[in-house]
């Protein structure tokens, strides 16, 4: 007789599904469209499987951008002694994942929820926004030891200048987004937090 899978089994199984479904979901249909229902029917679970593990749809989001971006644990920049050549791919890389349509379609959804839900949110600052923030004030700090970068920095700001107008151009659908954008914009933050 064969032997049934356990619970555990069961319920990482569904879960799977669900985060599954989100992942093809999040790139199929604005997100207006994705609802807890829609997820739930194309992960073949109830709604109520859902709401047992997630509290919301934009929980459900976070979760299936989390496994999506689920890279090695820490992040840290190279330390050259070239701040620029330090930060270029990180600026970057920013510019390539803002474009690349597949993670986009889950960026224009998580910032809608984080907007709607403080929860998904406060899982997206903790677990991406602020590690990959404090890699790179790590990075300006050494920076500032060494003399690269002024003594009197202000690191929130100078994150803010770094990451920004890339976020923001982005965000408002400007276009225009590409390597010759973050290499400009990484030297106008330069100018001034090397001055």
């Known amino acids: 007789m064969p032997e049934t ?75 050259t002694g070239d701040i620029r050549a330090d930060l270029l791919p990180q600026m970057r890389g920013s510019v390539a994942a803002l474009t690349d349509p597949g993670f986009e379609s889950f960026l224009r959804a998580i910032y809608i929820e984080i907007q709607q839900d403080p929860a998904p ?13 404090a890699a790179i004030a790590e990075r300006l700090t050494a920076a500032i030891v060494s003399g690269e970068l002024r003594a009197d920095l202000n690191l929130e700001l100078a994150l803010d200048l770094l990451l920004g107008p890339i976020q923001s151009r982005w965000s408002l659908g400007l276009g225009g987004l590409d390597e ?10 330069l100018a001034y937090l090397r001055a």
């Open 5 to 79: 899978p356990s619970a555990a089994r069961r319920s990482e199984r569904a879960r799977a599904a669900i985060l599954n479904a989100a992942t093809e979901l999040i790139r199929e249909l604005p997100n207006a469209k994705l609802t807890v229902e829609v997820i739930a029917s194309r992960a073949g679970v109830g709604k109520q499987t859902i709401y047992r593990w997630w509290p919301s749809k934009g929980a459900v989001v976070c979760d299936a951008m989390l496994e999506l971006d689920s890279g090695p644990d820490g992040l840290a920049l190279p330390d």
């Open 121 to 133: 949110g406060a899982l997206y600052r903790e677990r991406l926004l602020l590690p990959h923030r």
């Open 180 to 189: 010759a954008y973050a290499d400009a914009a990484l030297d106008a933050a």
